[in-house]
């Protein structure tokens, strides 16, 4: 069982950044990836970003290419999301995940608004 816990969202001006962290309870071993997904109001939720604890090694949707960078903070069981440049329509909910798993974290908003 993995519990995971986000924090670091917030109110930001466009063109401004964020740092959002992950913190898992339980270990996580190598085989795993964690997801960034979000979830804007009236829209279906969005793959955004993963990596790969074992070697953490990035992937990002082509919307955030460029302007959010996910890495592991330590041993494998917290994750960060820098994300800069902010636009307007990155606000949204934005919630951790391990792929192919139920454990999702409980979200965290992020609002990009002058």
């Known amino acids: 069982q993995v519990q995971l816990v986000e924090s670091g969202g917030g109110v930001v001006q466009p063109g401004g950044s964020l740092r959002l962290s992950c913190a898992a309870s339980?270990?996580?071993?190598?085989?795993?990836?964690i997801e960034w997904y979000r979830q804007a109001q009236g829209k279906s939720r969005e793959l955004v970003a993963s990596?790969?604890?074992?070697?953490?090694?990035?992937d990002y949707a082509d919307s955030v290419k460029g302007r959010f960078t996910m890495s592991r903070v330590d041993d494998m069981n917290t994750v960060s999301l820098q994300m800069n440049s902010l636009k307007p329509e990155d606000s949204a909910v934005y919630y951790c995940?391990?792929?192919?798993?139920?454990?999702w974290g409980q979200g965290t908003q992020v609002t990009v608004s002058a």
């Open positions: 995940h391990v792929r192919n798993s139920a454990w």
């Open positions: 339980g270990q996580l071993y190598s085989g795993y990836y």
């Open positions: 990596v790969n604890v074992a070697d953490g090694r990035p």
